[in-house]
């Protein structure tokens, strides 16, 4: 798509930092997990997935902040794998093409974009991608007569999931490093996420303003952005904070918690293989 038909390619770099990974495997422990770990380090974030023969680890970082070297020796530390077992280490281009579909040509996966993988949606993207093509090609008479229609939602969709990323570093509080810092002093958002965010400042209706956002398709339901902003801990100054409206259903802390224990009994120790 860009080195045969000249697409463009959009960097998302100025407000998602990071582009490597050094990655390595570890034996299975027992209990086996149920759950995929992301876990906060120096200069970015780790993965834990357990899988039925091996474990999945790798450390997500900017190369800006953090030599390759160091962050494979950050990884071994923290997975206790500091003199065994071998490390590669990815490069990441963060962004999307301008246009998905361009000419007679379509783009799907990697050659259509990237993500930073703190939220797993190239699956997603493609299935969407799919789809929504053949309708637009369809419905256009199996011309291009619908593509730069196609190609804006396309767009639009990339777009949204990276404001949902990035809500995840500029709304960090930690100042043990200059990359959480620079993280939560990073100004280069879009109108969008900027609107999200006072939204919830200021006690607006974030359920609107997402549909809004999305001609009434958001890529995040509402709770998705209730449960971001809140389990940051980023609320307003008591001062201004509001007491819930008469009949608004409250969460019952409790059931959620039976029901994730519930939940918990679907994943049984695996035996050794």
């Known amino acids: 798509m860009q080195q045969a038909l000249g697409a463009e390619f959009i960097s998302f770099a100025d407000n998602l930092f990071n582009d ?18 992301a876990v906060a380090m120096s200069n970015g974030w780790r993965w834990s997935i357990p899988l039925t023969s091996r474990v999945g680890n790798g450390y ?20 206790g794998m500091e003199h065994q077992g071998e490390a590669r280490v990815l490069q990441m281009r963060v ?56 190609n804006r939602r396309i767009a639009d969709k990339y777009e949204g999931i990276r404001d949902y990323i990035v809500a995840h570093y500029r709304l960090n509080q930690r100042s043990d490093t200059q990359y959480w810092r620079d993280n939560a002093a ?8 900027k609107d999200m965010m006072s939204a919830w400042f200021t006690h607006e209706d974030i359920g609107q303003l997402n549909a809004r956002q999305h001609d009434g398709y958001p890529h995040y339901a509402n709770m998705s952005w209730h449960c971001l902003f809140a389990g940051y801990g980023t609320f307003p100054p008591s001062a201004k904070m509001q007491a819930p409206p008469p009949g608004l259903a409250v969460d019952d802390v409790e059931r959620t918690r039976a029901m994730l224990a519930a939940c918990a009994r679907n994943f049984p120790d695996y035996a050794p293989v």
């Not at 997500?60 to 997975?79: C, F």
């Not at 000419?103 to 699956?123: K, M, V």
């Open 60 to 79: 997500v970082y900017s190369s800006r902040y953090i030599s390759d070297e160091e962050a494979e020796a950050e990884l071994r530390r923290a997975i």
């Open 95 to 150: 962004g999307r093409v301008g246009d998905t579909w361009t000419r007679n040509c379509l783009a799907a996966g990697l050659s259509q974009g990237f993500i930073e993988p703190l939220e797993a949606t190239a699956l997603h993207i493609v299935i969407v991608t799919a789809l929504d093509f053949a309708r637009a090609f369809e419905s256009g008479g199996f011309t291009a007569q619908n593509r730069e229609a196609f």
């Open 186 to 193: 990073n100004h280069a958002l879009s109108a969008n996420l």
């Open 20 to 37: 490597r990974a050094v990655v390595m495997p570890t034996k299975r422990g027992e209990p086996v997990k149920p759950q995929t770990d």
